[in-house]
Each structure stands twice: as C-alpha cells, then as structure tokens.
C-alpha cells in the first residue's frame, strides 16, 4: 500500500506556541520511531513504539516532547512551548519486524519564530 | 553507546566517474549498517544493507558497499555516477536484538554533488 506519510508537511511556529505532528505509518507495521533531523546534520533518534506500547524515549531531548500511538497506528508527537532550538525536520519510520528495514516519510519541517 | 563518522562532509565528482563516500563506526557489539540516501525534501531511502554474510554488498541505482570488521569501516561505493545521484548520503549502524529496538544511529551525511 502506501507509504510513511507525515503531516503537516510545513509547520511555523512562534516561540511558546504547542505543535502537533502526525505520522501515518505502512499499515500493518508494528514499529514505528520518531527522529529530529537538525539543518546540516544526520537525523537523531527520539523515540520508539511497538503497536500502542512506547518502549524507548530516551532521544526526547526535554520534557516539553510528547509522543504518543493510542490505537498502535497513528502516531502524534507533540512539541509543548516551542523554542527556536525545536526547528528542525521531524521524520518518522515504520519498521515489520523481523525486517530490519525503516521506511521513511517525507518529514516535517517546524520552523520556530 | 554507538556512534558514526562520515569522513567527507562534501564530495564532488563529475559525471560517470567513480565515486566512494565513507563512513566508519564505533560500537562494543556487533551491528548492522545501512546506507540511505535523501533527495531534497523527501524522506530517507534505503539503499543497502549489510547484516550478516557476505561483505560486498549491493544495493539498487548500482551502488555497493564493502563491510570492514576489522578497520570498522562500510565505504560506499559506485563506478559511474550519474547526474540523479546528486544527493545527501547517510551512513547508520543498529544494534541486533537487545533493547535497541532497531533504532538507527547515523552519520552527519555527505552531499554527493554530480557535476556534467
């Protein structure tokens, strides 16, 4: 079917303000991550959920970042009192296990003014 | 703790010749490595993988890459670009099993640039 897909695709934001960002994962793939790509830089791990369960936020870089996948599809990270260091491309993954394979979306770009 | 350097951060070539991107590793366990690549505005693509097997591994557009154990190394590789390779390339390790999950640890990247 389908792939990764993220919403919305562009995101501007004032300092202070609550984002929420949407992944829609591979139907069916039991894993799905979320990582904060940074201008310039590789993408970083945030957090990991297996169906419903989040079993590693360790990448969370503060506790202003919120993730959650109730019904173990869609997945919502949510970013509470933005600050310019937020702005990056948040990219999410879905994975079937065993398969080690991640595949992508296309991102979000959140740009805190 | 698992870590990636990209050893190029920009590489420039001209159309059909060779080009190689490196990447070394750290790690205190085995891993598995990958290569993505990402066109402006799109998502990561997977371009190939090395998880257990034979070393020279080949991925789609003509690409491969050569796992190196003991120089903790997983160049990339390909004899002729083209112009649509121009890209951002990512290098990235995970830890089988454990509890990791499989999340990927990467590389800062290298920008392919393909010149005519």
């Known amino acids: 079917g389908a792939g990764v897909s993220q919403s919305p695709r562009y995101k501007v934001a004032k300092r202070g303000q609550d984002v929420a960002l949407r992944c829609d994962p591979i139907s069916g793939h039991v894993s799905l991550f979320w990582y904060q790509q940074a201008l310039g830089q590789g993408p970083e791990f945030l957090t990991y959920f297996q169906n419903e369960a989040q079993l590693d936020k360790s990448g969370l870089p503060s506790d202003r970042f919120f993730a959650e996948r109730p019904e173990g599809s869609v997945s919502t990270l949510k970013i509470q009192r933005t600050q310019q260091e937020d702005s990056a491309v948040y990219l999410c993954?879905?994975?079937?296990?065993?398969?080690?394979?991640?595949?992508f979306g296309p991102g979000t770009r959140l740009t805190v003014t | 703790a698992q870590s990636v350097t990209q050893l190029d951060s920009q590489v420039p070539v001209f159309e059909e010749a060779p080009v190689e991107l490196r990447c070394n590793y750290s790690?205190?366990?085995?891993?598995?490595l990958f290569w993505y690549v990402q066109y402006p505005n799109q998502g990561l693509q997977l371009l190939l993988k090395y998880l257990s097997g034979s070393t020279l591994v080949k991925g789609i557009n003509g690409f491969e890459a050569e796992f190196n154990k003991s120089q903790t190394s997983f160049h990339l590789r390909k004899p002729s670009v083209h112009i649509s390779d121009t890209a951002e390339y990512f290098c990235?390790?995970?830890?089988?099993?454990?509890?990791?999950?499989?999340?990927?640890?990467f590389g800062q990247g290298t920008i392919l640039t393909v010149h005519p």
């Open positions: 990235a390790v995970s830890e089988p099993g454990g509890t990791s999950y499989g999340k990927l640890t």
């Open positions: 993954a879905s994975r079937d296990p065993p398969s080690y394979e991640q595949y």
């Open positions: 790690s205190s366990v085995s891993v598995y």
